[in-house]
């Protein structure tokens, strides 16, 4: 698909390129989490991952900011600092 901006998380990152790895690593869907087969309709363990195929000419970086704080009940910004290269070789 199509995509002008990439979100990226801001907490625990030290730099917007391993906010970016974080974004692209694998995860694995396995326990609680299994993947639903549309083939066979059964849940199995699976790997899922983004994949940047190709960039558009401009693209936007949007940090994320906010959490959900689960004992508050509320949205709590995040105040961790966070490294941005001048360019950015991807």
């Known amino acids: ?4 901006e ?5 907490k625990g990152m ?19 989490n299994q993947y639903l087969c549309s083939r066979c309709q ?5 790997d899922r ?3 940047l195929v190709s960039l558009p000419p401009v693209l ?3 940090l994320i900011r906010f959490c959900y704080d ?3 009940f509320r949205k709590r910004k995040v105040l961790d600092n ?3 290269p001048r360019t950015l070789d991807m």
Not at 42 to 46: L, N
Request: one cysteine or more; glycine letters at 4%.
């Open 1 to 4: 698909s199509t995509f002008y």
């Open 6 to 10: 990439l979100s990226c998380q801001v």
């Open 14 to 32: 030290k730099t917007l390129e391993d906010s970016l790895e974080s974004m692209i690593a694998k995860e694995a869907l396995t326990g609680c």
């Open 42 to 46: 059964t849940k199995r363990d699976a």
């Open 49 to 51: 991952r983004a994949v």
């Open 60 to 62: 936007n970086v949007q």
């Open 70 to 72: 689960r004992q508050e």
């Open 82 to 84: 966070i490294g941005v």
